[in-house]
């Protein structure tokens, strides 16, 4: 299975092509769209989140809510589109409109313009603005229904915003109860969260922070210890460093094991008649010699502050090279609960296709079947 997307952030809108799920999926487009409301939730949203109501156009691949087989195309249209086509349009604009040259520190702007050429950094910022995320999550989601198919569920909740962590760890059931504000499971943490992201927004200043992910019934042998490209943390690692803004991944204890020893690392595994081979604990995160061992899947991403600050970063003009204060006319203060929504959607994507390159894609049927077959 392979995803790509399309589509600029003030453009008409973004589009993704699914290429190889299997015929006979069924699709809950109510779903899809769901998890597109809850991308754009979360506080800390800026100005854009008001214009956009992010909605599913299943444009091909399905037939009566079912999957054909055929590469699956699906639309979220840009409605600040509207205020943008002047300056926008794939033909016909006036591209001098709307031209930034105060490149911000930490986006995609200096270096996209010395490599793609150019004075204009909106022709860079458009595709790295994480307004692509949208289709993501759809994309992400049909996957979501993949897996949840043959018995694989996948969930998450923030962890910290700034400096404001919850240190606690919870099953995964209880991860249905996080709070809607941002994601976080602890009401008190989260009020700390909310006054921490207002001091920010109070001092034109934005925030990042950490969201955990996890997959919970894949069962054991997905990925490979025979070649790095196969290993599944490498994978997994891989699909979540490509969400937009985040610097570093974990699996399991991640960098906590390095400082302890390895007794208090490495799961002791057991054994019963009854259900076989089993560990009482899941410091590996799910994850051993890269293959999936059975246990729940558990990731981090940490998500650097957003690079658009209301206060404006000290950068130079890409035209004059004069000093100058970096460009800013809205901005979110935080995004970490959207980057949570993204990264499960992504987790999702990869799985499907770590999942179908193992078991074969042709039909439902089929899959479940050899998926059922395997042991946990
Ligand atoms: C983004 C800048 C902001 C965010 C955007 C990502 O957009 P704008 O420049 O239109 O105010 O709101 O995120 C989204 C639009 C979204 O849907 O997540 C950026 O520069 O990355």
Redesign the pocket.
Known sequence: MRISTAGE??GKGLFCIIEGLPAGLTIDRDEIDACLAL??SGYG?????KI?R?RTEILSGVRGGITLGSPVCLAVWNR?YENWKEIMAPEGCDAEQRRLTRVRPG?ADLTGLKKFGGEDARNI?ER????E??VRVAAGTVCRQLLRSVGIEVAGYVRSVGDVCDGREYPFEALSRRLPELLMMDAEIQRSAMAYIDACRAAGDTCGGVAEVRARGMKSGFGSCMTYAEKLDARLAAALMSV?AVKGVEVGAGFAAARLPGSRVHDEIFYEAECGYFRKSNRAGGIEGGMSNGEEIVLRAAMKP?P?LMKGLATVDYVTHEPARAAA????VC?VP?CEVILESALCAELAAVLLERLGADNMTGLKKRYEELTQ
């Open positions: 952030s003030h991308r754009q949203r800026g100005g854009r989140q956009e992010d600040d986006h910022l790295a603005s994480a307004r995320s949208a937009q957003i658009t006319e809205r901005s979110d995004a959207a």
